[in-house]
T-cell receptor
């Protein structure tokens, strides 16, 4: 089962910041939080990941609460092309590899 | 680099037919994965291979078999297709390193009638 909870959908005005929340209350100390997005029916695309510190890259920022039970993905200036399904995922580390367990995600609709 | 490639892009099968979905990556990644995505749903892991020579079941392995042919290639076989296997199938690969980012292929759209 997915270890994360996300709202099913959100709307955002073009040019504004999109803030996508995620709860992962059962996360373990060495598990990372990953964010991916899927545009139309393409393969998912990596956005960002983090362990406990806030992270920023050219696409987005990731804010993780101090207790690590939740996080927020921030798209600073959303465009119409950011309309997609956004997945918050906890990376499951197993003896022989790493798995990503996808939930249903959040449908983000960016509107002009 | 082509990244992760999948063949075929589309396929229609009749119930009971068999087929193999092919996946290859040119990033020298150790781990490879097969997912399925049903309409309106998230991805579900079918099988994965942490390294060449190993395979493990994911969430929904029933009705599928896999082969890690070499480090580059990871195939998914449906021995006797069923309508419930109508889905989009994605292959992914992951290397070792700081990011553990998974790279996904474009998908294979399979319809079983």
């Amino acid at each position: 089962d997915a270890k994360t909870t996300q709202p099913p959908s959100m709307d955002c005005a073009e040019g504004r910041a999109a803030n996508l929340p995620c709860n992962h209350s059962t996360i373990s100390g060495n598990e990372y939080v990953y964010w991916y997005r899927q545009i139309h029916s393409q393969g998912p695309q990596y956005i960002i990941h983090g362990l406990k510190n806030n992270e920023t890259n050219e696409m987005a920022s990731l804010i993780i609460t101090e207790d690590r039970k939740s996080s927020t993905l921030i798209l600073p200036h959303a465009t119409l092309r950011d309309t997609a399904v956004y997945y918050c995922i906890v990376r499951v580390r197993e003896e022989y590899g790493n798995k990503l367990v996808f939930g249903a995600g959040t449908i983000l609709r960016v509107k002009s | 680099n082509a990244g992760v490639t999948q063949t075929p892009k589309f396929q229609v099968l009749k119930t009971g037919q068999s087929m193999t979905l092919q996946c290859a990556q040119d990033m020298n990644h150790n781990s490879m994965y097969w997912y399925r995505q049903d309409p309106g749903m998230g991805l579900r892991l079918i099988y994965y291979s942490a390294s060449e020579g190993t395979t493990d079941k994911g969430e929904v392995p029933n009705g599928y078999n896999v082969s890690r042919l070499n480090k580059r290639e990871f195939s998914l076989r449906l021995e006797s297709a069923a309508p419930s296997q109508t889905s989009v199938y994605f292959c992914a690969s992951m290397g070792y390193g700081r990011s553990y980012e998974q790279y996904f292929g474009p998908g294979t759209r399979l319809t079983v009638t």
